[in-house]
């Protein structure tokens, strides 16, 4: 499902950020990552790397990923695949 | 169908073409029997083992300073000594989490090779090990849920394993090698400090004892594992593995700085203090202590090349 609608202030600099994170932490020698390219396929971001991942989400959304405390319960790779699924997963609802 | 129906039976034997089980009765290798031995002589009861008190770190801190992924931030210099106690409290619920989550993964993986041909003739002993890092998650959870609140979650993701057979084993067992090795480092560190809470000092001795013939299997295992692989890949191929894993006992070590124990400690800007820490020189010497011994051994195995072992 496609969102159509305007990407706002806030999202537009979260995508950002997220971004630069993977650019500066990623092995590979690129200088761009389009919002719905596959990072997980294309390692860009490897297992290790995950958890700074989840950190830096959590410090970006100000809420913590796994909702409830628990583990990584009720989350797939597809919650992590590209920066728009991230922004969808963690950013965007209340 | 009854147990008795000689029909039933016959039904499921297998087909006439399945070749018969001749081959003779494994036998494990004398170092992985003596282990054998070594467990059973120091079998517990992992319900008894520990003397649970109401409340721990009342007086004693849980782990010594230079343990605390803060300590070399003006934000643990600002605490006084009750907040001391109580930020390493949850610091040592953290570490015990990491350790748990580690062995939690290592178990589930132990369990998915444990009959496999490659593992088959060390499959008693690995059984043993599997009860033993049971134990281990046990008493590390009865300490996060009794004193610091539960268990901190695991943001780890389990990524499918690419690459051959050979090599994700491989990983696999140097992991948890790696993790026994540097949690054994912190584990000896928190009982040589007697000021620390007598109960925090048994679980991490009881870890220490039982890690000792872990760590002496992995270092075995290991080495047979990366001599097989040896005679196929190149010496790049092991490089490149070595320079995966050395990335691997940064993160597990990195877990430690956790912003959730700063929060729960009642500390400001939990994420800035993480980076804070970790590019602290007090963290970035526990890591070179915690780390120096099996950089050692991945050299002596050609994972890493002696000027990375720096
Ligand atoms: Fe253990
Ligand atoms: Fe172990």
């Known amino acids: ?94 | 169908m009854s147990t008795d129906d000689p029909a039933g039976r016959a039904s499921r034997m297998p087909p006439e073409t399945t070749p018969p089980r001749t081959a003779p009765p494994l036998t494990m290798p004398p170092r992985t029997a003596r282990l054998m031995d070594l467990t059973r002589a120091a079998f517990c009861d992992p319900y008894e083992i520990v003397d649970w008190p109401e409340s721990v770190g009342d007086d004693a801190q849980c782990l010594p300073d230079r343990l605390i992924s803060i300590v070399d931030t003006g934000a643990f210099d600002a605490l006084d000594r009750a907040g001391r106690r109580r930020l390493s409290l949850f610091e040592c619920a953290n570490l015990f989490s990491v350790l748990l989550h580690g062995e939690k993964a290592y178990v589930a993986g132990l369990a998915a090779r444990i009959h496999e041909p490659a593992t088959a003739s060390h499959a008693e002993y690995l059984h043993a090990l599997i009860d033993e890092e049971n134990k281990h998650m046990y008493l590390f959870s009865q300490f996060c849920t009794r004193y610091a609140g539960g268990v901190y979650p695991d943001h780890g993701f389990p990524f499918p394993a690419d690459g051959p057979k050979e090599e994700t084993d491989l990983v696999f067992y140097a992991q948890a090698l790696l993790m026994e090795e540097m949690f054994d480092h912190l584990n000896r560190a928190v009982v040589g400090d007697p000021s620390i809470d007598s109960t925090v000092r048994r679980i991490h001795q009881i870890h220490i004892d039982d890690e000792a013939r872990h760590i002496s299997f992995g270092r075995a295992h290991l080495e047979d594992l990366v001599e097989r692989l040896a005679q196929t890949a190149g010496a790049g191929r092991l490089l490149a593995i070595g320079a995966y894993l050395d990335r691997y006992m940064t993160v597990m070590l990195e877990r430690l700085a956790n912003p959730r124990v700063y929060q729960d400690a009642g500390l400001d800007d939990a994420y800035a203090l993480r980076r804070q820490a970790l590019a602290s020189e007090g963290v970035r010497s526990l890591h070179a202590a915690a780390t120096v011994r099996s950089r050692g051994f991945l050299t002596k195995l050609g994972l890493v090349g002696p000027e990375q072992a720096a």
């Open chain 1, 1 to 94: 499902m496609t969102d159509r609608s305007p990407e706002t202030e806030t999202e537009a600099d979260a995508k950002t950020a997220i971004e630069g994170w993977l650019l500066a932490h990623t092995s590979h020698p690129i200088e761009r990552i389009a919002h719905d390219q596959d990072i997980v396929t294309g390692r860009i971001l490897d297992s290790l790397r995950f958890v700074d991942l989840i950190l830096l989400i959590e410090e970006l959304s100000g809420r913590p990923v796994d909702r409830a405390g628990l583990d990584m319960n009720g989350l797939g790779l597809d919650d992590f695949r590209t920066i728009d699924a991230i922004w969808n997963r963690f950013f965007k609802t209340p």
